[in-house]
């Protein structure tokens, strides 16, 4: 465990800042917080997380997959793909350090997504312990301990100081970058940063929301719920719960001609959406509501089921904020899970 | 804190479900911390004193629900509307969107409803609890002992401190006074915005249309949005897509949104509501009424059923293209 | 450059022969530029086509895994990909990538059985691989039935190869059917599903139903009058898919994705999944 004290963590950023691309939650005018690049004079946001995830980093809203070139009726592919810039992305809150996971078993699965691998492999991710979780917040509930962040690097933030502690080679390498100012210390001032925490983890509103009703195997007590009909009747089809959820990872494959060529890229996609499915002669799913279920049975049965029981969901409360409606999986759990999820 | 309360609301409710005047409620329900009310087609009194709510929080505009609600109803539904909310439901008669003998309208007067991201930057997170009284919410969170008092006027919507109407313009029954229309200031921003240099203007714009992720909830919560397909879903359209494929595509997108309820927009700010990245797109539509009432005089859509729109209701007193021209040069 | 392999990335493919099968469908062959095929597959194994700028999509490779010099897809005209590829002549590049989901047991299950083979319209072109495979390593599979149908005379695929191939074949059944009676038609007349249960199958065959949703539907009721079990009977689906490998999310249904699942599967499996696809 290492420390420094807070007044010397622009420092620390300029020293990562001299190697690596440098990516800090900052705060917009309009009041959310956003991960931009950091350079001197910007200041890291006290927010509690950005209202995009960091998923961008791996899998950005759009990116450009290959070029065509056609000439009569000959066409060249161009592999556009170029090697990733190592980055380093701080103050990762413990909710999204683990939606990497999620999304590494998607992307990361054979055949494996170079897209997202380079970036994974280049990124090196700085996580940093809340101290002053949302009501929104049920993190607990996927057994995720935002005392104890992951990913490559820890950090702890107490009034005065910041704490460091490396959890993989590519953090031990992190960290050695800026020994110089940071010190050795003990993990006193963070065991006591971490039952603070704690404490207040104890006082949250969801504190007690349980996923114990779902998991894989459960798509014929769930599929023909009568509560999905309630539940989905607000829902105005639109796509924000997906965009901002951290471990949405559905996308479409486009072409674009820009005149001289032609690029396919890929861009978010939402199952919310009503052409989602949509195929040349049909739609498998006409409705608001089968959409609408489609998301929360992936996220609380299907994925479970073909990921050893993790659940698609982080609890990171993105959705609560932001949903027009406020509809949101917390409602769905209690709803369809009933009393075991409460 | 509303002059009518969510008691009032139920009873009345209840009562028009007992007597048979209607078969389902279009209210608010119930969330999780006080302020997250969802839209919900309420068929029981014992739904109602479980579940329905009515307090700072309730902004959506239910007119447009209407338009799926009672497609899909077979009974009478009774929807409760704000003064705003009456303008959006008029606009929808206009344009034929719903039967109006499918719903019964109880105007409701409604002194503003608060943004919840504003009261948030004065408690911070953490909310437990939230209580309203005549001047102030008082709001409970885990850090603090005592409650915060936030001066409700402090932290209403953008729209409703800009609110243009008091009035209810559509009702079969009204609970309260009728409400008057009011002189508000609406248009300063656009005036101020109006006044940048087309560089500047572009500046802002691209500033702010930058952040979109085109999530499409402002045209899903939009009234003025009700075509069957929108353009922007059609594959075969050419223009559809999820993502901006470079910076400019993502402003046609507002731009053409705007463009296409210019007219028809009643200004119900629902699109700035519900937008997660807090773009202010409810001053795209603002110029396009500030425009219209300078060009052809004050119009107000949804003010009456049936009105024609200045847009598309040609008389021989109509603007020249050449005068619009004319007139950008004299502002540059 | 990112030396990584990556199956989003496509071949080039060369159309070297456009059939006319029906007034709707063509069958394309397609090679690589330097004329061979472009990747093995197994039968009922699927292919992204694309061509850039109009969309990718996936069809079920109609060709034989036997047919080692090339590919061919038989496609129905219906969308923005089909439309273009109808108009495509000889020499067209298109690109194209896979091979994409699970094949029919064509080496276990099916070894040894007696197989029954229905499809109704396009149905038949996921079909005809494996039917070709079955005829080219005859002795490993019992007696053939082959039931198809489709609106007309002259909406039957592959009309040629079955009257001149399959029907000649020993041990190899081909029942025709159409939906209205027609002139120059002396055969049945009739829906398949009806067809099926009139010629009353034995049940000791493993039959493969394709055609369109109801019409596997209704087949699948018959065959169960007949008293097949659902575990004798598989099926071969299709859903709107994008990356082909399990990824995009399009073609989840169930804990299932279609394209890397499926598309085939056996019918006892797809009640497991719920009602939507």
């Given at each position: 465990m290492r420390k420094c004290s807070l007044d010397k963590i622009y420092s620390v950023f300029e020293e990562i800042a001299k190697t690596a691309k440098l990516y800090v939650p900052l705060d917009e005018k309009d009041g959310n917080a956003v991960y931009k690049q950091w350079e001197d004079g910007l200041e890291w946001s006290d927010a509690l997380n950005t209202v995009r995830s960091p998923k961008d980093f791996f899998f950005p809203q759009m990116e450009n997959l290959m070029e065509f070139k056609t000439e009569g009726k000959n066409i060249e592919v161009i592999d556009t793909r170029c090697e990733t810039e190592d980055f380093v992305i701080f103050g990762v809150r413990a909710c999204d350090v683990k939606s990497f996971e999620i999304l590494d078993r998607v992307f990361l699965n054979e055949p494996v997504d170079s897209y997202y691998a380079s970036r994974r492999e280049k990124g090196v991710i700085v996580s940093t312990a809340c101290s002053k979780p949302a009501e929104t917040c049920f993190c607990k509930t996927f057994g995720i301990s935002p005392e104890e962040p992951r990913g490559d690097v820890s950090t702890w933030k107490t009034e005065s100081e910041i704490f460091f502690k490396a959890n993989t080679e590519k953090g031990e390498a992190l960290l050695r970058k800026i020994e110089a100012f940071t010190e050795e210390c003990d993990e006193t001032s963070v065991d006591e940063q971490k039952e603070k925490i704690s404490r207040v983890m104890d006082r949250l509103p969801l504190k007690e929301l349980s996923t114990d009703s779902f998991g894989g195997g459960k798509t014929d007590e769930f599929f023909n719920h009568p509560a999905w009909d309630e539940l989905s009747e607000a829902c105005l089809g639109c796509g924000t719960c997906t965009f901002v959820c951290p471990t949405c990872q559905c996308y479409d494959i486009k072409d674009f001609n820009t005149g001289k060529g032609i690029i396919r890229f890929r861009c978010w996609d939402s199952c919310m959406y009503s052409d989602f499915t949509k195929m040349a002669h049909g739609n498998n799913r006409l409705t608001q509501k089968e959409r609408f279920r489609q998301r929360f049975m992936h996220k609380l049965v299907y994925y479970p089921e073909n990921n050893d029981g993790l659940f698609s969901c982080v609890g990171c409360g993105r959705c609560l904020a932001k949903c027009p409606v406020s509809m949101n999986i917390v409602k769905v759990m209690k709803k369809i899970g009933g009393e075991q999820s409460e | 804190m509303q002059k009518i309360t969510q008691n009032q609301l139920i009873d009345k409710a209840v009562s028009l479900l007992a007597d048979g005047t209607v078969s389902a409620v279009l209210g608010w329900s119930k969330g999780e911390f006080g302020y997250d009310v969802t839209p919900k087609m309420f068929k029981t009194e014992k739904e109602l004193r479980q579940d329905f709510v009515w307090n700072d929080?309730?902004?959506?505009?239910f007119s447009k629900y209407l338009v799926s609600k009672t497609d899909r109803f077979d009974g009478k539904i009774l929807v409760f509307l704000k003064p705003c909310d009456t303008y959006s439901f008029n606009q929808l008669l206009t344009e034929h969107r719903f039967d109006r003998e499918k719903v019964y309208a109880v105007g409701i007067p409604c002194d503003g409803m608060v943004d919840v991201s504003k009261l948030k930057a004065v408690t911070g997170e953490g909310i437990s609890e939230i209580k309203e009284t005549s001047e102030n919410i008082l709001v409970s969170t885990i850090y603090e002992d005592k409650a915060i008092a936030v001066s409700f006027k402090d932290v209403l919507l953008e729209r409703c401190i800009n609110c243009k109407s008091k009035k209810h313009v559509a009702y079969d029954e009204l609970m309260g006074d009728e409400g008057e229309i009011i002189d508000s200031a609406r248009f300063d921003e656009v005036a101020k915005i109006e006044a940048m240099t087309p560089d500047e203007r572009f500046a802002f714009w691209q500033n702010e249309l930058s952040r979109c992720i085109r999530c499409n909830a402002c045209r899903d919560a939009c009234p003025a949005c009700t075509c069957e397909k929108c353009v922007f879903d059609n594959p075969a359209s050419g223009v559809e897509n999820k993502a901006p494929a470079n910076s400019f595509e993502e402003k046609m997108f507002h731009i053409i949104r705007a463009y296409h309820v210019a007219g028809r927009c009643t200004d119900c700010g629902e699109c700035s509501r519900v937008c997660p990245q807090n773009i202010p797109l409810h001053l795209l539509n603002r110029k396009f009424i500030k425009d219209i009432n300078e060009f052809y005089g004050e119009y107000q859509a949804g003010a009456e059923v049936g009105s024609r729109a200045p847009l598309v209701d040609y008389t021989t007193e109509d603007l020249e293209p050449g005068e619009v021209f004319d007139r950008r040069d004299i502002d540059a | 450059m990112n030396k990584r392999e990556e199956t989003l990335i496509p071949k080039i493919g060369v159309i070297t022969d456009v059939r006319i099968d029906t007034p709707d469908i063509k069958t394309f062959r397609v090679v690589t530029p330097d004329g061979k095929k472009a990747f093995d597959h197994q039968p009922g194994q699927c292919a992204m086509l694309s061509v850039p700028g109009v969309g990718e999509a996936m069809f079920s490779i109609t060709s034989s895994p036997t047919n080692e010099e090339y590919m061919e897809f038989s496609i129905k005209k219906c969308g923005c990909v089909t439309d273009w590829l109808h108009q495509a002549e000889v020499g067209q590049q298109i690109t194209i990538r896979g091979p994409y989901g699970k094949p029919f047991p064509v080496d276990d299950v099916f070894a040894g059985k007696n197989l029954l083979f229905i499809a109704g319209g396009v149905g038949l072109a996921p079909l005809r691989s494996v039917i070709n495979y079955c005829r080219h390593y005859r002795d490993r599979y019992g007696e053939i039935d082959i039931v198809y149908g489709s609106r007309s005379k002259d909406d039957l695929l592959d009309y040629k190869e079955i009257i001149d191939e399959w029907a000649t074949d020993a041990g190899v059944n081909v029942h025709l059917t159409i939906d209205n009676p027609q002139e120059g038609w002396d055969g049945h007349v009739g829906f398949v599903p009806n067809f099926v249960k009139e010629l009353g199958f034995d049940t000791n065959k493993t039959a493969i139903i394709c055609g369109p949703p109801i019409m596997i539907k209704f087949t699948l009721e018959g065959l169960t009058e007949l008293g097949f079990d659902k575990t004798q009977v598989y099926t071969t689906l299709e859903l709107r898919m994008k990356c082909g490998v399990g990824k995009c999310g399009r073609c989840n249904v169930g804990a299932k994705y279609v394209c890397k699942d499926g598309p085939v599967f056996r019918c006892d499996e797809l009640d497991e999944l719920p009602d939507e696809y």
């Open positions: - | 929080f309730c902004g959506a505009n | -």
